[in-house]
T-cell receptor, first 116, second 111 residues
Framework: DTGVSQDPRHKITKRGQNVTFRCDPI?????LYWYRQTLGQGPEFLTYFQNEAQLEKSRLLSDRFSAERPKGSFSTLEIQRTEQGDSAMYLC??????????????FGPGTRLLVL | GQSLEQPSEVTAVEGAIVQINCTYQ??????LSWYQQHDGGAPTFLSYNALDGLEETGRFSSFLSRSDSYGYLLLQELQMKDSASYFC????????????FGKGTKLSVKP
């Protein structure tokens, strides 16, 4: 088990472009979460999947953001028509579904996005 | 909405004990987690409290008091490598488990 991986680690894009990030969770984990973190702040919840079902989206999540987890394994997060305010670290986490496993989220290294 | 408050910075010396406090809003609250994050790194799980009381894991302990809407992380025998940001995170999603994080406490350990 290699932990949660994310790709790419860094992305620089111009305002208005679309970007897509990938997250590969720990293989036996059913739950997958996306967070966004800006400098000096804690991670902010974006959305969450259990298997392939997207069960919750933050009300803060703009319509420009969409996430998928088509086969219940890896997930993608797409941002359309990027804005400078989207510049942040995008973190993915995964966990099990019951008891202590559910309460322990394992985070990936993140994708750092810079929108010029 | 839900929010968690914690001090922005704490400084301590090697070998000392430091306590990082966290207060939270009670509406919808299920439990309190603590995460450590080194500069440039990913958050790493430290502990979770669903019930009142103390949970001990090596040099780190975490405490929760539901009646006071308060918890803390206690770090003992501080080492230089403990210099990092520490986040308390509230579970407001119940069985869903999505977390609301505080803004973090930057701990600096001095020799």
């Amino acid at each position: 088990d290699t932990g949660v991986s994310q790709d790419p680690r860094h992305k620089i894009t111009k305002r208005g472009q679309n970007v897509t990030f990938r997250c590969d969770p720990i293989s036996e984990h059913n739950r997958l979460y996306w967070y966004r973190q800006t400098l000096g702040q804690g991670p902010e919840f974006l959305t969450y999947f259990q298997n392939e079902a997207q069960l919750e989206k933050s009300r803060l999540l703009s319509d420009r953001f969409s996430a998928e987890r088509p086969k219940g394994s890896f997930s993608t997060l797409e941002i359309q028509r990027t804005e400078q305010g989207d510049s942040a670290m995008y973190l993915c986490a995964s966990s099990g579904t019951s008891g202590r496993a559910r309460e322990t989220q394992y985070f990936g290294p993140g994708t750092r996005l810079l929108v010029l | 909405g839900q929010s968690l408050e914690q001090p922005s910075e704490v400084t301590a010396v090697e070998g000392a004990i430091v306590q990082i406090n966290c207060t939270y809003q009670t509406s919808g609250f299920y439990g309190l987690s603590w995460y450590q994050q080194h500069d440039g790194g990913a958050p790493t799980f430290l502990s979770y409290n669903a019930l009142d009381g103390l949970e001990e894991t090596g040099r780190f302990s975490s405490f929760l008091s539901r009646s006071d809407s308060y918890g803390y992380l206690l770090l003992q025998e501080l080492q230089m490598k403990d210099s990092a940001s520490y986040f308390c995170a509230g579970n407001y999603g119940g069985s869903q488990g999505n977390l609301i994080f505080g803004k973090g406490t930057k701990l600096s350990v001095k020799p």
